[in-house]
């Protein structure tokens, strides 16, 4: 008998059409003899709905209260499907975070999950019932209720299979598997049968949302079998490999991108070691996470310093750095908000060069102006402005001949 954890996001339950169609799914596999544990999101724009009513309320909601809010969107979903299974003859019980025994630290709206119990889940297993669980929150020690953040049903799901050792943890979703690239940008975009770990962890990290970053982190953790498939249609979708790939991997084999960058940088700097630190210390004190790092020596003695922030903290980094421009000397700060970073991810980069010049090329060749650079050794990103995303994921998409008819 297999057990498997199915994970079901927003818009596979996003209505009660969806939510009677993913129930006659679980029945199947119940009836064929399957042990089943789901994790559902909250319907599909639920939680953004949520997020928008503390905002009207408050500019700054208390974390604690904001995640009270937000983890009520999971509870409608459960609820329902396990109403559906039991019009179906099947046993089945809705649990929130909490009673499914979901340990996190007490970091409000960002939680790391630091534990399941399985007792509860276990003890619901051996009855027969199919434990329906609130994907996206959790408990702390001291009783209080986190969410995991955005995408977090994700991780939900692959902590819950870690802790019961499931046989497969499958997130079911809106697309029918992981693509070379978001395939509502590129058309032409190729689902993959199977990926490498490493791939899955750096095109997650890189903007690709099919998975959170953390669930991808927390499977390889474990080493949990995970598998991303359509709620929608039959396939098998895309198994995440950990074991090392064959020699001739191709060598870009996806494309990921991310819209909310923003660039600050202080022009006119000392140019000593010591820079770096003294500009990005308040920075990271702040709680702020520095992405894209470059410094470069303009006229003797002295360099430019950039950066990159999620959009979210660019006004509240750009008036940290104010300050530090002024004791440093900086002739000005430059900003952008309105930049992109795209990313061609593959591990047969390893071995192989002229990855960076084929792209170079080709987003010279559309006119995109490159800003920054980062690498890696099994990815190369690139920021560029906004306006020019689908463009450049496009193009490069094309170029490393990842479209299923090239
Ligand atoms: P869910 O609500 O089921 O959690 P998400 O919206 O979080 O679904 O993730 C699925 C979406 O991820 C797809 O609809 C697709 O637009 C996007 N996506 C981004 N990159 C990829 C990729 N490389 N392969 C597949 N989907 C991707
Ligand atoms: N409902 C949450 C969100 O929209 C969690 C999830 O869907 O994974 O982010
Ligand atoms: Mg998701």
Do not use: W
Not at 204 to 212: D, E, F, H, I
């Amino acid at each position: 008998m297999a057990l498997y954890v199915q994970k079901f996001g927003g818009t596979s339950v996003g209505s009660l059409e969806r939510i009677e169609a993913v129930a006659d799914r679980i029945a199947r596999g119940a009836r064929g003899g399957d042990q089943i544990v789901v994790v559902l999101s909250a319907m599909a724009g639920e939680t953004n709905r949520l997020l928008q009513l503390a905002h009207q309320v408050s500019a700054d909601p208390d974390p604690r209260e904001l995640d009270m809010l937000m983890s009520t969107g999971e509870q409608i979903s459960i609820s329902l499907m396990a109403m559906a299974l039991q019009k179906r003859g099947l046993k089945a019980q809705a649990l929130l975070g909490d009673q499914a025994q979901v340990l996190t630290d007490a970091r409000h709206g960002k939680a790391r999950i630091k534990e399941v119990a399985t007792d509860k889940l276990n003890g619901l297993l051996a009855q027969q019932v199919i434990p329906i669980v609130a994907g996206f929150q959790g408990r702390t020690n001291e009783g209080e209720l986190t969410t995991l953040g955005r995408g977090g049903s994700d991780t939900t799901a692959v902590a819950i299979a870690a802790a019961l050792k499931a046989d497969e943890c499958q997130i079911y979703t809106d697309v029918d598997g992981v693509y070379t690239t978001d395939p509502r940008v590129e058309p032409k975009a190729r689902k993959m049968d199977a990926i490498t770990f490493e791939e899955m962890m750096e095109l997650s990290s890189l903007g690709a949302k099919v998975l959170q970053i953390r669930s991808v982190e927390y499977a390889g953790r474990y080493n949990v079998p995970l598998r991303v498939l359509s709620s929608f249609a039959p396939g098998e979708g895309t198994l995440i490999m950990y074991d090392q790939v064959n020699g001739n991997a191709p060598l870009v084999s996806g494309i990921a991108f991310n819209r909310d960058e923003a660039s600050l940088t202080l022009v006119g700097v000392p140019d000593e070691a010591s820079v770096a630190a003294q500009i990005l210390t308040p920075i990271s004190d702040a709680g702020i996470e520095v992405d894209m790092i470059v410094h470069t020596t303009t006229v003797a003695g002295k360099a430019d310093f950039t950066f990159t922030v999620h959009r979210n903290d660019f006004s509240q980094a750009k008036s940290l750095l104010a300050p530090v421009a002024q004791r440093l000397g900086a002739q000005h700060v430059k900003s952008d908000n309105s930049l992109c970073k795209v990313s061609v991810v593959g591990v047969g980069m390893k071995n192989h060069s002229g990855v960076a010049s084929r792209m170079f090329q080709t987003l010279g060749q559309e006119g995109i102006n490159v800003q920054l650079i980062s690498t890696s050794e099994i990815k190369i990103s690139v920021a560029i402005a906004e306006k020019y995303l689908e463009l450049a994921v496009r193009s490069l998409h094309s170029a490393f001949n990842l479209a299923a008819d090239e």
